[in-house]
């Protein structure tokens, strides 16, 4: 059972609704918090040489939650935390704004590090949360490094995606080279030949 003094505020912001910094900041301080920890995820100018306009959340918002919700129960199963809050951002965001932001307070400083980088590292690898980039000669969907990293790890661990045996539960998902996995009765995997779009964060 959760201590009375641990809290976790998780909310994905529907679009139009900046991050109000100072709030989730305000929810994790505490009298008995000696450090707490942020971490801003901000909309930049540039990517690889290229003009970006803003960049397009997309989410399922139930499923978002849950994950977000399930990666701050393991962090405090990891860390001393006395209080987490998450925010990420739906619609545009215009280079300069904030798409994603962590606060995390605890008693010590070393607890909180930790612990916020964790929180956005698991965050951009499992949320089902979609990022389109506005560019000045076009726009794309983009994957994370996070995310193709789990992919890449989860692809290993089940089996390859090139014909060997892989696990039931990737039916109908994309396996470690990128292409979408379906699984027949006996467990072996046939690759479609397209690429799809996949899910990211940031």
Partial sequence: MMAAEEKTLVEILEEHNPIELAKYINYVSAPQAGAIATFSGT?????EGKVVLELRYEAYTPMAIRYLKSICSSARSSWNLHSIAVAHR???VPVGETSVFIA????????????????I????????????????NGEVWK???????????LGKKDG????KKVEAEVHDKKGCCGTKV????EGIANNSTGHEGSGEVD
């Fill in 43 to 47: 909309t930049r100018d540039t990517f």
């Fill in 90 to 92: 739906l619609g545009p």
């Fill in 104 to 119: 995390i307070s605890s008693v010590h400083r070393i607890d909180v590090l930790d612990a916020c980088k964790y929180v």
């Fill in 121 to 136: 590292d698991e965050l951009k690898a499992t949320v089902p949360i979609w990022k389109k980039e506005v560019l000045a």
């Fill in 143 to 153: 994957e994370n490094s996070e995310f193709l990293e789990r992919r890449l790890e």
């Fill in 160 to 163: 390859d995606c090139c014909g």
């Fill in 182 to 185: 379906k699984v027949n009765e």
